[in-house]
C-alpha cells in the first residue's frame, strides 16, 4: 500500500537544528518517535518511509514541508490489514 504524505515539520526542524535533507529528517527520531507528527501517526499504522528515492521534491505547495513529501509504504504481506 503506497501513500503521500507532506512532512509539516520539516521546515520548524531546519529552522531550530539546522539544515538537513527532507530524508535524514524523514528518518530522525526523538526517542522511539519519529519526529514528524504525520509520519510518526503513519509508523504507528504499519507505514515507513524506505528510503531516500521514496522522498519527493515540489511536491505540493506547503511552506512547513518546504514543498517536500514522503511516499510512505506498507508491506500488506508482512503487515496485513
Known amino acids: ?5 507532506v512532512i509539516p515539520g520539516y521546515q520548524k526542524f531546519c529552522q531550530q537544528h539546522g539544515e538537513t535533507s527532507a530524508f535524514d529528517y524523514c528518518a530522525t527520531r526523538r526517542g522511539k518517535h519519529l ?12 507505514f515507513s ?20 513529501a514522503a511516499l510512505v509504504v506498507r508491506d500488506l504481506k508482512l503487515l496485513p490489514v
Open 1 to 5: 500500500m503506497l501513500a503521500g504524505a
Open 35 to 46: 519526529v514528524d507528527p504525520l509520519l510518526a501517526m503513519y509508523e504507528s499504522i504499519g
Open 49 to 68: 518511509v524506505p528510503n531516500a528515492g521514496h522522498v519527493i521534491p515540489e511536491y505540493y505547495p506547503d511552506d512547513a514541508s518546504r514543498n517536500f
